[in-house]
């Protein structure tokens, strides 16, 4: 039978402590984000019912390409269903290792792909209340999944046998809630933006 | 792949922050000047403190963890607060939270110092009715930094130095639950700081600490620097709320059930809730406030399809529970206090904590009263008038609670004492004035007079520095192992007294009067009223340098060590050695009783802590 020393036992029970405090924290973290976002469906709303001067879209402006959209989109979930997946497996196991650096590629994709579009959105950042809204809320969002990428990039990285992934097993599960977070929000700003503005 | 033993050399401190800062600014001013507009220089301004910032935060040593997870390099521990010993600590990033309240304190001290040199320029130009000394164009961004500094300020004096020091202390953890949130909360207030007085030499912002649009969208590069100061204070709420809440709910001693805990960690938590859900807000309508500026997108060009009133709602969404972040962690203050010194239990202990989760929940439904006079539906304003009176109910509760644990209580009339009656004299006039506001047709009649102006300043300095000079004489012994002067602290407390009600008080008169805030010349009829007020102000001004003075005789001329527990108080923050041991406790503490069992035969001791020294039974 092993027999764990009292600072194997004191180091297990804090790492214990720490998993759980960054699930507690990763929650908090959410319903502040949640709040961020909250403020630019609001304005969205706002500055759609009240259209001044007639200017929520100027003449010609309209979303850009919904399938475009509907790709980044994908690919945004795509990134959040497969580190998710990833995230119920040991760190050591096969399967993790497998799909987190898919998860990355997909992550680096959505980020690309987004940014891409916001250089190409076929009107100008001037043109009304729409196009003010279009290119705050896909910024602030795709910003923020931008940076959520590169956290995913250093899990991937540190995934190795004495890495922070395999010592910290369930921070790397809680982060899998921020990749599924964002990509919801993708998907509400895809249905204000494209399908209702 | 295998994680490398490499790590990040450069040598992390505020000097390598500050020699990374200023060409990245000046990066961030070329990058801004090559993309955005040509007609202004609003998007480099914004790029270069965005940049200069970051790069400070690098030099600190914030970017280490990140870049070496990253890199696959392994990451760096949390440093253990034991080895990091000696006077260095307090001038670099440090992860104990001891140190980093004692941080908090200066840098917050020092600020409030410059506040306060505002508030003292803005009454003397007030000392003429016409102007003469400061004109209109240099009052109105006076008021606007002054304004700005003391929100800051404001926001972060409890809950920065005593909240980061006491809580752990005070629920029985030996740590934070994530100290480098907890570091990265006070290391974006330097920068926050520089940038909001850096906006001096762009003329100011000349919209108060409201910023309202279209008057920002117009103003100078000022405004640039309101943004991103404003910005970082909304970082550090959050960063500091997630850490709070977090260590609070994780990481307290067995047997530190919820109804065991010190009230003053409920206004933390309470304060807390509202920080973390309130300053994303804030940051969303400054991101928008900036793309205008920058880009000339129109979130709030009523003219191109925005509104100036999509600020104002998100704005005052923020800004109405930010009065109650003031707040709610001095009546945790002045709730804690109070039973030590009058030898009682908390009366209605948890009726008081309801109290502070009233106010906290009732703030999210007032915020539209700030648009009273702002053309807002007349069918909304019973609906905010109502729910704004309504939060006297919790706030009465809260006062209720403090005066039933001074009913027939032999008081122990020390100074943080003094200071706690002082918060309950002043803060009865300062939220009574505010129901007296909350109606519409006073509202309306007295929103822009310096009426409103004497009611939030009883609110906030009679409320909340009355609270934090309260907490300063009473845990500043635990937190610098000096005691205070206790004579000086009484004068200073006559002094600050009379001199802020003599301050304030009269401006609820000129503000019936009709004199306009904001504005630097008045009717002349009011001078004599002024006068008084401004040399109120000035003895009110001398009153906290004899505060500071207290700090510097009491710990650099006559060192009087202070004991482990001088109060005698029972609760948990008292029963470890002063100073403090780096891990605050030789074991986690098992928690047998509360910590105001005050006068009750038999009761336990707050702690079994293992052996160590100073536990304070009932008595």
Known sequence: ???????????????????????????????????????????????????NNQAWKAQGVGPPSKGYGAVVLALAALTAVTYFLASRQSPRAFLFRLLTPIALVFGIATSLFQGYEMWHLGFGLTEGGYPSVFSGMTGSWVVQFALATAWLGSIVTQAGPSGDTIARRRPAGSFAWILVFL??????????????? | MVVSERRLSIPNNPITGIVLAIPAYFFGVWLGTLFGNTDDQNTGVILGYLFATVAFLAGVGFLNYPLERLFGWRVTPITDPAENRGIGRYFRLSLDHKVIGLQYLVTILLM??????????????????????????????????HSVMMIFITSAVIVGPFGNYLVPLMIGARRMAFPRLEALSFWVVPPAAVILAAATFWGGFPTGWTGYPPLSEQALQGMDSYIVGFALIAVALVTSAVNMLATIIGLRAPGMTW???PIFVWGIFTTSILGLLAAPVLAAALIMLAMDRSLNTSFFLASNGGSNYLWENLFWFFGHPEVYIFILPAFGIIMEIVPHFARKPLWGYRTGVVGLFGVALLSWFVWQHHLFVSGIAPVLR?????????????TGIIFLVTLGTLWRARVWFTVPMLFCLGFLFNFLIGGISGVYLSDVPTDVTLHGSYFSMAHFHYTIMGGEIFALMAAAYYWLPKMTGKMLSPTIGRVHFWTMFIAFNSTFFPLFIVGLLNMPRRVSSYDPALVGLNRWVTVSAYVLFGSMVLFAGNLIYSWFFVSRPALANPWHARSLEWQVPTPVPARNFERVPVIVAG???????NSRPVADLGGMVGVTGGG
């Open chain 1, 1 to 51: 039978m092993a027999v764990r020393t009292r600072y194997e036992a004191a180091a297990d029970a804090e790492a214990q402590v720490d998993s759980r405090l960054v699930a507690v924290g990763t929650w908090l973290f959410l319903g502040a984000e949640i709040f961020f976002f909250a403020a630019w469906w609001f304005a969205f709303f706002y500055l759609r019912a009240l259209n």
């Open chain 1, 183 to 197: 990509a919801a929000v993708g998907i509400i700003n895809y249905i204000l933006l494209y399908l209702v503005g």
């Open chain 2, 112 to 145: 409030l110092l410059l506040g306060g040199i505002g508030a003292m320029l803005i009454r003397t130009s007030l000392l003429v009715p016409d102007a003469s000394i400061t004109p209109p164009g240099n009052y109105i961004p006076l008021i606007g930094l």
């Open chain 2, 259 to 261: 109804t065991r805990l």
């Open chain 2, 382 to 394: 019973p609906f905010y008038m109502l729910s704004t009176e309504l939060i006297s109910i919790p």
């Open chain 2, 595 to 601: 910590p105001y069992d005050y006068g009750i035969p």
